[in-house]
């Protein structure tokens, strides 16, 4: 069978194929629009996932959709009449902002893809989550956690699934907490108070976590309070986003956390408001451990098995997800490379496949490499018409010349095979540079990522030499597969991995499988040859506001617009002209003074 899923109009929008039980390729539409969590419709994606496949539109079996979207609106008109009349006047808006098109999905995918309305299916918005994190897991029986903002009417679902190999597939969420209860909602609602953009940047707020402390637990008590059965509800009073799509959180919050911070003010953590932005976060995220430690350790003991399967946008936290593997009693945590919505796409179609059409299981491949392939042969092309030196090397010697350079101290952009699925880079389409001095991170702050100084960058190391400069907990290796969990940097590196700790000691960890990426893995192993130290800084191939780059032009326009030095696609190196720094002020002076001479004649 043949079966493509789809999600869409919320943020992050994308495609995946899966053909005969198996993911062949996935991809967001905003690696292909360019437009960064691009929500439309993703034409562009389902239609890549075709063309990859050698299929048409009419080869579909189904087109599966990851979430009910008139219950969504039933969510949406149910909570605008229980805030009547206060929401009469935000209503049309908040019809406008968050459904959209949504409600006539079959009408839109039927006319987009030309696919008869009755192929079209839908899942729950939860059992894509939850399908997403288990079915592409190697696990076979597994407790299944998901929790994000909010999809119909769950925000989080806990249950557990069996796959049997060549059998049936059962999954089974009997526990749903429904919104506004909402980890998500809570989080995105201090990102908004902090500041920061809704759904795009919650990983700045458990950075900037780090850096405070968690003084307000006893007001955090007052938004959520514990119920008995061991998870939480919010009070609503010191929320808006019930009602309103133009604001999450009342005055009554403000009075207990004080005034929000503006988003064009840079925080300052040397100032009082600094700091209490900064105590916020912590509290924030030691709230949100604490709460899906408590559900995950009751999980545990209802069910009884190692494996946790965790989905969602709110299994993107690594320094929860690092502490729901040390304390929830649950030997192994498996996150996807996309437990996002994007991710939706992929657990709708294999959701469809085992569960609705009853398919028999089959293993998929555990790597996120699912989208578009980069080119060698188009970055030359490029570079040679810009007019710069390319080279061509067979493997080991780009390796080993790659090494070189980052032994050097010079930022390497990397774009190799299929780009990743999923918001982070994890060596396809990655900057890497030396991890040893702060000065490092710096730069890349400001000349390539062009983003606050208190976000850290990440490592990349092989599986096998992780121990020896992180503390990984047993089970801290799968969690690090897609760099999904944060871990202590060992204290004895921290001076000399200085550009990828974190200001508490911590980092977000890739430990990395040989054959999940040879090349990346060989070129760690030559970096430490040269170094002692098989470490670099992981960062994702792109710079602030721009989506991670797909081809191999958009990785080169890239690399001329900000401090990248090299650039490598395939067998492909471009190197930035470097001039020599006393030659090259001479050089200036003299073609400035040239064309002063020149004009002045004129
Ligand atoms: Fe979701």
Redesign the pocket.
């Known amino acids: 069978m043949k079966i493509l899923g789809i999600s869409a109009h919320y943020h992050d929008s994308a495609a995946a194929l899966v053909v005969d039980g198996v993911p062949v390729c996935a991809v967001q539409e905003e690696r292909l629009s360019r437009r960064k969590n691009d929500a439309s419709f993703p034409a562009g994606a389902a239609e890549w996932c075709l063309d990859h496949a050698g299929l048409d539109s009419g080869d579909l079996d189904a087109v599966v959709f990851y979430e009910r979207s008139m219950l969504k609106f039933e969510r949406i008109l149910t909570c605008a009449l229980r805030a009547f009349p206060r929401s009469w006047r935000s209503f049309p808006t908040a019809i406008k902002n968050t459904l959209g098109e949504k409600v006539w999905v079959r009408g839109i995918i039927s006319s987009q893809l030309g696919v008869p309305r009755e192929k079209i299916f839908f899942t729950d918005?939860h059992a894509s989550?939850a399908a997403a994190a288990f079915l592409a897991s190697p696990s076979r029986r597994a407790a299944i956690l998901t929790a994000?903002?909010v999809?119909e009417w769950a925000t989080l679902t806990s249950g557990q699934g069996a796959r049997r190999p060549g059998g049936a597939t059962e999954i089974a969420l009997p526990r749903e907490l429904r919104f506004p209860h909402s980890l998500g909602m809570l989080y995105s609602t201090f990102t908004a108070f902090l500041g920061f953009a809704v759904n795009e940047d919650e990983y700045k707020v458990m950075g900037l976590a780090a850096y405070g402390r968690p003084t307000m637990l006893d007001r955090m008590q007052k938004v959520l309070r514990r119920t008995p059965d061991g998870a939480f509800a919010l009070a609503p009073d010191y929320f808006e986003f019930q009602t309103t799509a133009s604001r999450s959180y009342s005055s009554k919050f403000i009075d207990l956390f004080g005034p929000p911070r503006d988003p064009y003010d840079p925080i300052d953590l040397e100032s009082a408001d600094g700091r209490r932005f900064a105590d916020c976060a912590a509290s924030l995220q030691r709230v949100l451990e604490d709460v899906l430690v408590d559900i995950a350790r009751a999980l545990h003991r209802e069910i009884g098995l190692p494996d946790l399967c965790f989905g969602?946008?709110v299994a993107l936290n690594g320094v929860a997800n690092a502490r729901l593997l040390a304390e929830s009693g649950f030997e192994r945590v498996f996150v996807p490379p996309a437990p996002?919505?994007a991710g939706?796409a992929l657990g709708a179609a294999l959701y469809a496949d085992r569960i609705y059409f009853g398919n028999p299981d089959r293993d998929c491949p555990d790597h996120p490499f699912w989208g578009p392939s980069v080119d060698g042969a188009d970055l030359a092309k490029a570079a040679r018409e810009d007019g710069q030196p390319v080279e061509e090397l067979d493997d080991g010697a780009l390796i080993e010349r790659v090494a070189d350079e980052l032994a050097a101290g010079r930022i390497v952009g990397w774009m190799e095979g299929a780009c990743e699925f999923g918001p982070r880079a994890l060596g396809h389409r990655s900057i890497f540079a030396a991890p040893h001095a702060r000065e490092t991170r710096d730069r890349l702050n400001r000349h390539i990522k062009y983003r606050e100084e208190f976000r850290p960058f990440a490592p990349i190391v092989p599986i096998d030499a992780a121990d020896r400069y992180f503390d990984l907990p047993p089970g801290g290796a799968r969690l690090g597969r897609f760099m999904s969990g944060v871990f202590p940097v060992r204290p004895e590196w921290r001076s000399r991995l200085a550009a990828i700790t974190h200001v508490d000691g911590s980092a977000r960890v890739q430990a990395l499988e040989r054959g999940m990426a040879p090349r990346v893995h060989a070129l760690l192993e030559a970096y430490g040859r040269r170094t002692g130290v098989p470490v670099l800084l992981n960062t994702s191939f792109n710079v602030a506001g721009e989506p991670i780059v797909t081809r191999a032009l958009e990785g080169y326009s890239t690399f001329r617009r900000c401090g990248i030095d090299v650039l490598v696609a395939g067998p492909t190196l471009v190197m930035k002209r470097a001039v020599a720094p006393a030659a090259a002020s001479k050089e200036d002076v003299a073609w400035l003074s040239e064309g002063v001479a020149e004009s002045g004649g004129a």
């Open positions: 918005h989550h994000d903002g999809g969602g946008g996002g919505d939706c």
